[in-house]
């Protein structure tokens, strides 16, 4: 279910080689769900993990009707996120996997209670939705049918141990790729490739920190590469084309591959949201309308004049700069000073400023020649 083929060309991607998303788009959009409840469905998805087998013992097959009803909703509910989310919701998904693999071993499952093996009033049933165990423990003893339940076994380990893995994937967004991009945007600006080595290198050194798979920044599930053509309208393409047998897999190509062409995703410092940033123009601010003004401002020309302001508010040599500028002002309001000598006056005060600013002068020489 959570396996799928994906297309790399340039910053586009062709998942199962139609739907067309740009590189780092599916990580913004996961980054943007909360995921933080998953990890008590994990717990879940771990213990069925370690209980999903035909019934073993007088006790098990006893309570395997209810058993399989709780794991059929409960698997269910995990398909139902990941149809919910990209990039399965692009993709053609079929869920309800752990009913239908129960059925194609039809013939080891009662859909009635039975009080005796000999009852076949259940012999038409073309789907079973109830699952009572049609064999008893002195029935195993025939190798053959061993034969068939190990191989039951052996798809509902894998089904469980895909689930589970897809939970961890979600929830890997939420804890390592969350910490590790905080990283990346640390200096505010596209890290060289060096930088990211670095960055990468120092994340990893953490590993001790670290309990659970999801805390790892990692992949999951395997990924096959070879080059293939693509055909998308009247173009041809040369592609990457990826198998990956889960998320992870794909979303561990896709920051790197992000990372390398500067497609990358990024928590708005104005409204805090995650938005992509892309190739071209690093910036800390998304490109949204903000919310309650009708005057169409993004967060990127507020975010902007923010931190403008809070330049001019805090910073020492634009503080002096400001008392300076409206001091001089005053002057020319109080005729002290004519419109040339003030705006002479101005552009030698920015000259000043740039000085100190790229240390050419020393703050105290600004200071006293600023005001003079
Ligand atoms: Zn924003």
């Known amino acids: 279910m959570t396996e799928f083929e994906a ?29 933080g409840y998953y990890k008590e469905v994990l717990l879940f998805a771990k213990n069925y993990e370690n209980r999903l087998h035909y019934p073993e013992d007088e006790e098990e097959a006893y309570n395997s009707e209810s ?24 993709l053609e998904v079929v869920g309800n996997r752990l009913q239908d693999t129960l059925n194609e071993y039809a013939w080891a499952f009662h859909e009635y209670p039975k009080m005796s093996v000999l009852d076949d009033e259940d012999d038409d049933i073309d789907y079973h939705q109830h699952f009572y165990v049609r064999f008893g423990t002195e029935d195993m003893e025939d190798p053959d049918m061993l034969n068939e339940i190990y191989t039951l076994n052996d798809k509902l380990k894998k089904l469980a141990v895909e689930m589970r893995t897809y939970l961890e994937d979600i929830l890997r967004v939420e804890y390592a790729f969350t910490a590790f991009l905080e990283r990346i945007h640390s200096r505010n600006r596209f890290l060289t490739n060096e930088e990211i080595a670095d960055t990468l290198a120092e994340f990893e050194d953490e590993k001790k920190l670290r309990m659970y798979a999801c805390d790892y920044l ?10 293939k053509r693509l055909r998308i309208k009247e173009k041809t393409e040369l592609c990457e084309h990826y198998k ?49 003004r009708d005057d169409g401002k993004t967060c990127r020309d507020l975010g902007h004049f923010k931190k403008y302001s809070e330049k001019i508010a805090n910073d020492p040599i634009w503080l002096t700069y400001n008392r300076a500028y409206k001091q001089h002002y005053a002057r020319l309001l109080k ?16 000259k000043l400023r740039d000085m100190v ?3 050419k002068i020393e703050f105290d020489e600004y200071y006293k020649k600023i005001r003079e």
Request: proline residues 4%; glycine residues 8%; charged residues 25%.
């Open 7 to 35: 297309y790399f060309s340039g910053e586009k991607i062709y998942l199962n080689g139609r739907k067309c998303v740009k590189v780092g788009e599916t990580l913004t959009k996961l980054l943007s769900k909360p995921t």
């Open 244 to 292: 990956f047998t889960s998320l992870g897999a794909f979303l561990y190509i896709e920051l790197f591959k992000g990372l390398e062409m500067h497609y990358i995703p990024r928590k708005c410092s104005y409204c805090g949201r995650w938005f992509l940033i892309e190739a071209g123009i690093y910036s800390e601010y998304c490109t949204r309308p903000v919310k309650g």
């Open 357 to 359: 600013e790229h240390k």
């Open 218 to 227: 990692r992949t999951s599930g395997s990924i096959q590469l070879d080059y």
């Open 335 to 350: 005729k002290k000073m004519t419109q040339a000598e003030f705006q002479e006056w101005a552009d030698y005060a920015i």
């Open 67 to 90: 058993f399989f009803q709780e794991a059929i909703k409960f698997y269910a509910g995990v398909e139902d996120v990941i149809m919910r989310l990209p990039p399965y919701k692009y």
